[in-house]
Structures are given as structure tokens and as C-alpha cells.
């Protein structure tokens, strides 16, 4: 779960990205929240969106953020379908919350879910997860370069609309060379297609890629944040080598739409102590190789909305609007 946006407004936020926000007024603190969250989670138990939301339930939890609990509740069916409506239906309800997945902006665009983007209120955003372009370690392609002079290039994702699949879009763009991808059921299988040779280079968020670069099986040949990032230092990015192409998975959170704004304040300001935290490096972070980082509710808000138009664009030019 999760979304993929243009991280370039992400330089510099660190620890002062919200130090405009004041935070909620006395009497606002003092009502809200008066029970229980309920975080709807709208995939099963496990998953990478199962995993993000009992973390951040967990940290919250561990450093005595808020006055009540939050009750992680698997809402999974109809590929999010399910759980996001869930949320959207409770229209002005500050106690249910959840995380936002790439399913969030696919799912109503192909038309399986009556909600979309624009029935939530946007919260903040916590970290976010770049996208390693991996190769075979015996791959004759070592760089972007090499790729460049290639008359046609494969690649797997996962389904046919998928974060890989739109990275795969704009790298073809970049490098004006063809690039089919081949969709499959699962990263396994997307994983086993590159290293069976099967498929020339995959896109995959580090946690999915680092076993297989640690063990020398595969070689990361470019990653899609506007910087290095700390699990692959030695690795550019493709700014850095000259190419247009920023994109990667923000870890954010939403309420049902119409919340109050001093709803939006008081959240803020807890999502900006779990991001600043020791507890969420080590226990998400440092774990699966993302990158720290928060974005308040304003600019989380107009980066849902772009990402929106950047998966309808691609699945307009794919064929399946």
C-alpha cells in the first residue's frame, strides 16, 4: 500500500517540514479524540499494507501519542475496493483512519469502486519507499546507457497496472527504446521471471530486491528517488544521471472526507513525532529500506492529486480507460 509521486518537494522538509503548523487548540485537544480509532486496513493479514498500518499503530502506542487507541481492522476484498469504501462512507468521522496503497487511485479508475481520491481527507505522509532497477548480476546491461542502445528491452511487474508497470512507461519515454512488460500474479513471480532470464530488468521497492543484490544474484543499476538513498548508496539515481524520472511510494495515511481541520492539525502533529522517531526508523524504516520522511496534510493532499492523473494517464496510454 501504498502511492508513488514526485518526491522533489520532499528535499528539505526533514524535521522543520511542519514547524508552521500550530498545534490543536486547548479545547480541541481536550474533545478530540474522546474514543477509540478504528484503522481500516482494506487488504489481509501480512501484506505490506497489513504490515505499514500495525506499525504505525505500534509506534503511536510506544510513544503515548494519543489519549485513546487505534484498532487495526482488515477490511480486504475487491481489490480495496471494500476497505476504502469503508472509510469514505463514514463522511465527517475523525475516528476511522487508513493507509493509502496504490490500489487507492487504480481501482476507482478502472471503474470498481463508487469512491474515489476526492472522498478522503488527506492527513500526512511518513516515509516513502524509492524503486531499485535491478538487472541479473550476469546481465550485459550495466547501465542505463547500455539499456539505451538496446533495440528492445521486457520487463515484469505485478498485474498490469502497477508501479513497475508506470516506471516502465516513463523509462521508455526517457530512453526512447521499446520496453514490453510482461505482468505477473506476484513479486515472486516477477522476482524469479528477471533471475530465470526470463525478463531483462525489474523495478522493486528495495525491501523486495535487497536479499537477492546482498547475495550477488542481481545488480541495481539505478533508483527512482530524486537522491541515493542509504540502502543502496553506491547506486545512482536517475536524476543523477540525467534522466527525468522521479517516482516512488509515499507512506501516508487519510480520513473519510469533510474531517474538521483541527482534526487534520491534531494528526499532523502526531505524524510528524512518529516520523521524527527512533522507534519508526528502526522498527519500518531501517527494516525494509525505505527513507524517512513527512509531508503535511496541504502538500500530501496535491501529490494524491497528481498521482491520481499520472496512473490515468498510463492507463489511458495502456488501454484500459
Known sequence: MSMIVRMGRLAGLGAFAWLGIAAATPAVAQEYPARDIQMIIPFGVGGGSDTLARTIAN???ELDLLPVSVLPENRPGGSGAVGYGTVAQQK????VIATVSVSFFTTPLLGASPVTYKDFTPLAAIAYSPYVLAVRADSPYRSLEDMAAAERLTTSTVGVVSDAALLAKMMSN???????????DGEGEALAAVLGGHVDFVFMNPSEVMAQ?????MRPVAVSSAARIAALPEVPSFKELGHDIEHV???GLVMPGDVEPAVVTYWNDVLRKVAESDEWRTQYVERFHDEA????ADKFGALIEETNARYESIMRDLGLL
Open 59 to 61: 509506534v503511536m502506542l
Open 92 to 95: 465527517g468521522n475523525p475516528y
Open 174 to 184: 526517457e530512453l526512447d527504446v521499446q520496453i514490453d512488460a510482461v505482468p505477473f
Open 213 to 217: 543484490v546482498d547475495a550477488g544474484a
Open 249 to 251: 511510494q509515499l507512506r
Open 293 to 296: 520522511a513527512f509531508l503535511p
